[in-house]
């Protein structure tokens, strides 16, 4: 049995905690929050944009700690968890290698590609796994066009288009700090930057053009280059208007298939807006028939992938650190094109 200690208790570690009650062979063995109310398992002051909401817990069984390094020291887990704010992510990923734990940590890896390197050398130091939480992959219509992608069936990707768009978060606190959260481009294209690595490989250059907030991108559009050839397009950002809170989807183009597919919340309901369709070299657009519709189904599936790669000691082809690692240079080298008004090599 895996012991997993969650570093930081808001919205995102109770999504993990809920989630890991639904993979086999793992268990929480600790928490640590600064909050007394939430070490005593209320959590009825939690909230986010999807899931359940908090409610009253029984932690029995389950150790608690004010402070990430007590838990560190004092708990009996084999890994770290880690769901604090983004800027928090070095610092306590690596005090977690070197007290010997395996490392999962919440995206982006980190807010610096610098303070990324140095986890990803702290888990070499430590030989620990560091795995970090790019959930995109797991969910329903980003698995079929993943899995129909790696299968070879349409023949080699060549491009396409990812659009991630929300309303600004106003409820958030330090959204719009460089070095804590960083916008929406560490927030929230980091998702659609990992995932074009993953499919299309390190891009060779890019160019970004859009307007900016508070000194950081505020609304986007980005043209990637790869040394395939492939051209991808990615718009994202945030718009001020709190009437579509989000949406999201994909257009990309395989030698003999293209995949479509777009999401949006309107006001308080979501819908398709482009159900998952296949279309095909013969003409027919093909409905993908998907299961898993729940957010948390996706937290699920990608805790069961860190409790596997965990267990084995097998790395992840998903939520390698490596590939995080390249989503946040993506992120950073989109921001300097965007305030240069350059081209930027990568």
Same mark, same amino acid.
């Given at each position: 049995?895996?012991?997993? !200690? %969650?570093?930081?208790?808001?919205?995102?570690?109770?999504?993990?905690? &809920? /989630?890991?009650? =639904?993979? =086999?062979?793992?268990?929480?063995?600790?928490?640590?929050?600064?909050?007394?109310?939430?070490?005593?398992?209320?959590? =009825?002051?939690?909230?986010?944009?999807? $899931?359940?909401?908090?409610?009253?817990?029984?932690? /029995?069984? %389950?150790?608690?700690?004010?402070? +990430?390094?007590?838990?560190?020291?004092?708990?009996?887990?084999?890994?770290?968890?880690?769901? &604090?704010?983004?800027?928090?992510?070095?610092?306590?990923?690596? #005090?977690?290698?070197?007290? !010997?734990?395996?490392?999962?940590?919440?995206?982006?890896?980190?807010?610096? %590609?610098?303070?990324?390197?140095?986890?990803?050398?702290?888990?070499?130091?430590?030989? #620990?796994?560091?795995?970090?939480?790019?959930?995109?992959?797991?969910?329903?219509?980003?698995?079929?066009?993943?899995?129909?992608?790696?299968?070879?069936?349409?023949?080699?990707?060549?491009?396409?288009?990812? =659009?991630?768009?929300? *309303?600004?978060?106003?409820?958030?606190?330090?959204?719009?700090?460089?070095?804590?959260?960083?916008?929406?481009?560490?927030?929230?294209?980091?998702?659609?930057?990992?995932?074009?690595?993953?499919?299309?490989?390190?891009?060779?250059?890019?160019?970004?053009? !859009?307007?900016?907030?508070?000194?950081?991108?505020?609304?986007?559009?980005?043209?990637?280059?790869?040394?395939?050839?492939?051209? +991808?397009?990615?718009?994202?950002?945030?718009?001020?208007?709190?009437?579509?809170?989000?949406?999201?989807?994909?257009? %990309?183009?395989?030698?003999?298939?293209? &995949?479509?597919?777009?999401?949006?919340?309107? $006001?308080? *309901?979501?819908?398709?807006? @482009?159900?998952?369709?296949?279309?095909? /070299?013969?003409?027919?657009?093909?409905?993908?028939?998907?299961?898993?519709?729940?957010?948390?189904?996706?937290?699920?599936?990608?805790?069961?992938?860190?409790?596997? @790669?965990?267990?084995?000691?097998?790395?992840?082809?998903?939520? !390698?650190?490596? &590939?995080?690692?390249?989503?946040?240079?993506? @992120?950073?080298?989109?921001?300097?094109?965007?305030?240069?008004?350059? #081209? +930027?090599?990568?």
């Amino acid at each position: 049995m895996l012991r997993i !200690g %969650i570093a930081g208790l808001g919205f995102m570690g109770m999504v993990h905690y &809920l /989630s890991y009650q =639904r993979v =086999r062979g793992v268990k929480v063995a600790a928490i640590a929050t600064p909050e007394p109310e939430r070490r005593a398992g209320d959590w =009825r002051g939690i909230k986010g944009n999807f $899931g359940p909401p908090g409610e009253k817990m029984d932690l /029995s069984g %389950i150790e608690t700690f004010a402070t +990430v390094d007590e838990m560190i020291e004092q708990a009996d887990i084999d890994a770290v968890d880690i769901t &604090l704010p983004p800027a928090l992510h070095m610092p306590a990923a690596i #005090r977690a290698l070197k007290a !010997g734990k395996h490392v999962f940590s919440e995206k982006p890896i980190a807010m610096t %590609i610098a303070d990324g390197k140095k986890m990803v050398k702290a888990a070499a130091k430590a030989n #620990r796994s560091l795995l970090v939480g790019h959930v995109l992959p797991f969910f329903p219509e980003y698995a079929w066009a993943l899995k129909a992608i790696r299968s070879g069936k349409y023949g080699q990707v060549l491009g396409g288009s990812f =659009r991630r768009v929300i *309303s600004d978060p106003t409820w958030l606190t330090n959204y719009w700090t460089v070095d804590q959260v960083g916008g929406p481009m560490l927030d929230l294209h980091v998702h659609d930057a990992h995932f074009i690595r993953l499919v299309f490989g390190k891009p060779d250059s890019l160019s970004t053009v !859009g307007r900016m907030h508070e000194g950081l991108p505020e609304f986007w559009h980005t043209q990637f280059q790869f040394e395939s050839g492939a051209t +991808v397009e990615a718009t994202s950002g945030t718009i001020d208007q709190q009437g579509r809170p989000f949406d999201h989807g994909f257009e %990309i183009h395989l030698e003999d298939a293209t &995949l479509v597919f777009e999401f949006a919340v309107m $006001g308080d *309901s979501g819908r398709y807006l @482009c159900p998952p369709t296949l279309l095909t /070299s013969t003409g027919k657009a093909k409905e993908a028939k998907l299961t898993g519709g729940d957010p948390m189904d996706a937290f699920a599936a990608e805790l069961k992938e860190v409790t596997r @790669c965990f267990a084995s000691g097998e790395p992840s082809d998903i939520l !390698g650190a490596d &590939l995080a690692l390249d989503a946040v240079e993506m @992120c950073h080298a989109q921001s300097t094109s965007l305030a240069s008004g350059r #081209r +930027v090599r990568l």
